[in-house]
């Protein structure tokens, strides 16, 4: 009573198209993702540059004129 030995794993027929439209899905799900965080690393760099100067019509604000307009401010409120 011995049994004959299985194949093994035995896997269903698959067509070249399904494996390759699966693949071209898997890809695109890549390339996606990949946008995605490009994305929001360009968002987090326009914001640190919306931080460091600011332009209201021609007039161009940065740190180093709020930082003189800090002093001027602290010294007018020193002479009251």
């Known amino acids: ?9 035995e896997l269903p027929s698959v067509r070249v198209p399904a494996v390759a439209s699966g693949a071209f899905a898997i890809g695109a799900l ?8 490009a994305l929001a690393i360009g968002r987090l760099a326009v914001r640190r540059a919306d931080m460091a100067k600011l332009h209201l019509g021609e007039v161009e604000i940065d740190d ?14 020193a002479d009251d």
């Open 1 to 9: 009573m011995r049994r004959r030995p299985s194949r093994g794993l």
């Open 30 to 37: 890549a390339v996606g993702a990949l946008a995605i965080g």
């Open 64 to 77: 180093l004129t709020v930082r003189r307009l800090r002093v001027i401010e602290t010294d007018d409120g």
